[in-house]
């Protein structure tokens, strides 16, 4: 949890609007071995790619 906050706290510092930001425990898609958090990053426009990081 503590990584969590700390990110909301950059987040907020960069002012990045928070109903950009969608949480997902399930982000790995079956990928348990993680051990922090998994981030996933979209275009914000019509490009259909999928993720991008």
């Known amino acids: 949890m503590?990584?969590?906050r700390e990110l909301e706290d950059y987040l907020e510092k960069l002012n990045v609007k928070k109903h950009?930001?969608?949480f997902d425990p399930l982000?790995?898609?079956g990928l348990d071995y993680y051990t922090s958090t998994?981030?996933?990053a979209?275009?914000?426009?019509?490009?259909e790619i999928g993720?991008?990081?």
Request: negative net charge; without cysteine.
């Open 2 to 4: 503590q990584e969590l």
């Open 20 to 22: 950009k930001l969608v």
């Open 27 to 29: 982000i790995t898609r």
């Open 38 to 40: 998994v981030y996933e």
């Open 42 to 47: 979209f275009f914000d426009n019509d490009i």
């Open 51 to 53: 993720s991008i990081s």
